[in-house]
């Protein structure tokens, strides 16, 4: 079978490998790969900047953003063939930390997780994989077409639960959000705010592809320009690009109790003038959170595939803007300028 | 009756006045003032940089720290004469914003609160005062002679409180806490943290008076130097300083998940280099989070009147390090170096 393989570490050695097939064990999930989305991670991995093989090997099967159909499934357990799966991508590890024993290998405080397609495990970038039945997520059948947003979706469902327990701390009756970044993820955070009723506001820098569109369909807000004046009456603000300039603007102005929460990962370095006399005072005079989410783990997972289920079918397949056959992944992987999601397409 | 009062915005305008006695009015306590403790806001007061007069005054009475005993209560009430009596220092806009009318006055959104001795209603610097019996908390009468840290204390109760439901947004069971400051409110940030049963550090720079002692008698470990080392581990950290490096250095630096509660307000403005791109990765990927915590509502002032009543008495009169006359209300505004709470007696 195909699978599309990197040398981490190594930047330019992605290429498509045949590799034998993968073969029920009576344990695990014997998967079609269906979708692969593609983004920033793999990116970094596919530059050589992130990304390790599984333990004495040099290639990683790519790919964290899956969505795959049941072939074959153990006896007795709760998936079928013919179910429509999402693989969980971080694992505990074998040794885990408290919160990973726990099921919250979100929050793995020693950082011995392993992640597929990313961290000493394979990814879903292959034409059939196996997957654990304990993370796999099934997903409703009607997803078939955007179900591979799920995994992205994922990181915003946990986000969100985060903000509202942190929210939960005193009265907590949120009324309006800002996201920064229209991309998949920003979308997604979107899309959750809505799905609470609050009154959404999207920033991004471009004024034309469908972005400003897909905003507005959603009955959101779309802006352009403006953030310091924008967030001040902001209860929520997601922030998705991980710009240093923007991180900044977020932290310093939302309104009194606001909460704020990182999710961009920017690469290197960043310096920056701050006045942390001012933001500490705001801070404290204001009653401010600014917290980081990363990953999600399974509750998560279930959390996201009902926001997704929820949601307008037509709105999500407009978050896909292309699908490339696996034959042809170097062009899913190129930067193009109407993009929202690019996904590769493993069964052509 | 005597009463220290200022003309906020005046530097050194502060002055003993003789003050027409208040009296009973069918609905509100009689309060014979006991103590008064003194802390940073009082001196912003007292120079001019911060305060309030109430509505068509110039001068306000000073003072939000009190102890007083009940002289004339309403029939029928919670309050009998003799009770020992701490007020709420913040009140609700008569017009409040939804935050202040579900009590939590403590988040107030649209700033119109008052707080007594800062903003539009008098303090507790007299001999004798009104309190309503909505706002005013009953203490223990054996914590007659401390129950002046009650104001402080609500403060942390808060902070506390805050801290727990955060940590709650997932697994919690945190070991290590590291408090900046050990001054009144480092010192109570530390008592409540190990009231919690946490392995608590103290930093501050002095290596002598009778702040190390007080720490190491709390069972807690007392550090003068080196918060890089000391902070990796903390999974929180109470900041009770607002000086800018410190503040800095503990937002990068907590455990993977660790809480950061930002309670000091520094003054002015301390512009410090920043990598923001690293200070995002980090939040990002060890979910951190960094909050402000100020002021108290009702339920933190009776969390913490319970505190108190927990802690070792003998402890907490050492952190009152002088007891001044109200006639010399000056000395007991004057720094020293070993002092850790300077409280006026309003008896004497």
């Not at 072939?71 to 007795?76: S, T, V, Y």
Request: aromatic content about 4%.
């Amino acid at each position: 079978m195909r699978a599309l393989t990197v040398i981490p570490g190594v930047a330019g050695s992605a290429r498509l490998d045949d590799l034998p097939e993968p073969e029920a064990d009576g344990e695990r999930l014997l998967v079609q790969g269906l979708a692969l989305g593609v983004c920033g991670t793999d990116h970094e991995i596919l530059d050589g900047e992130y990304g390790w093989a599984p333990p004495g090997r040099e290639r990683l099967i790519l790919g964290h953003e899956s969505l795959g159909r049941v072939i074959e499934a153990p006896d007795g357990g709760d998936f079928r063939a013919g179910d429509i799966v999402v693989g969980v991508v971080r694992h505990p590890d074998p040794v885990p930390c408290p919160n990973c024993a726990a099921g919250e290998w979100d929050m793995c405080r020693n950082g011995k997780y392993t992640e597929h397609g990313i961290k000493e495990l394979d990814g879903f970038a292959a034409e059939r994989y196996l997957l654990e039945p304990a993370l796999a997520v099934r997903l409703d059948p009607g997803l078939e077409r955007v179900g591979v947003l799920l995994e992205p979706a994922s990181v915003l469902a946990k986000a969100w639960e985060h903000i509202e327990a942190i929210g939960r701390r005193a009265r907590w009756e949120p009324r309006r959000a800002l996201i920064t970044g229209a991309g998949p993820v920003g979308l997604l955070a979107a899309l959750m705010a809505r799905q609470r009723g609050l009154e959404v506001h999207v920033l991004d820098r471009n004024t034309d592809g469908p972005k400003p569109g897909l905003v507005r369909d959603l009955g959101a807000d779309y802006v352009t320009e403006g953030v310091e004046g924008t967030c001040l009456d902001m209860d929520v603000i997601v922030e998705c690009t991980g710009a240093g300039k923007l991180v900044l603007d977020v932290m310093t102005c939302s309104a009194p109790g606001g909460i704020v929460c990182l999710t961009g990962i920017p690469p290197g370095s960043t310096e920056k003038k701050f006045d942390v006399a001012e933001f500490t005072r705001d801070m404290v005079l204001q009653n401010d959170v600014v917290f980081g989410s990363v990953n999600a783990n399974r509750r998560h997972y279930e959390m996201a595939a009902e926001s997704l289920a929820r949601a307008d079918r037509s709105w999500l397949e407009r978050l896909i803007t292309r699908r490339t056959p696996l034959g042809r992944w170097g062009e899913a992987l190129e930067h193009r300028a109407d993009d929202v999601k690019s996904v590769i397409d493993l069964t052509a």
